[in-house]
């Protein structure tokens, strides 16, 4: 008898814990997609980002033709660092008469700012 109420005592303990983590692995999860979400806001707003004004981005309204579209991002910058830098424009990636602002550089958007647009940009 004392050995059952030991085992569902125990099991009870084991699923309670179990409940308790399971929210913080969603939020965790949603906390991801939420920077994603705010990366493409940056991403498509003109007052920051307005990356449409000279890219392709596939679920983008009005997109530009200027730039190169925005599609493969994994396979063209398999170093995420390397992206960031672009959009930052850190010397190395600085193409000469490229249109494209140094954001970072400039001040037109802060390092998180940046880090969303990248995480949100990698997943086209």
């Known amino acids: 008898m004392l050995k059952m109420k030991m085992k569902q005592f125990l099991t009870a303990v084991a699923v309670s814990s179990a409940c308790v983590a399971a929210p913080s692995v969603a939020f965790a999860a949603d906390k991801g997609a939420s920077a994603i979400e705010e990366g493409k806001e940056l991403a498509?707003?003109?007052?920051?980002?307005?990356?449409?004004?000279?890219?392709?981005?596939?679920?983008?309204?009005?997109?530009?033709?200027?730039?190169?579209?925005?599609?493969?991002?994994?396979m063209r910058y398999p170093d995420k660092q390397k992206l960031y830098n672009k959009i930052w424009g850190t010397p190395e990636t600085v193409v000469e008469d490229s249109m494209m602002p140094h954001f970072g550089a400039n001040g037109?958007?802060?390092?998180?700012?940046?880090?969303?647009?990248?995480?949100?940009?990698?997943?086209?």
Do not use: W
């Not at 007052?47 to 991002?73: E, F, Q, R, W």
């Not at 037109?108 to 086209?124: A, W």
């Open 44 to 74: 498509f707003a003109r007052s920051k980002g307005n990356c449409l004004a000279c890219h392709m981005v596939d679920d983008g309204a009005m997109p530009g033709n200027i730039g190169p579209a925005l599609i493969a991002m994994k």
């Open 108 to 124: 037109i958007l802060s390092d998180e700012e940046i880090q969303k647009i990248t995480d949100y940009i990698y997943t086209l």
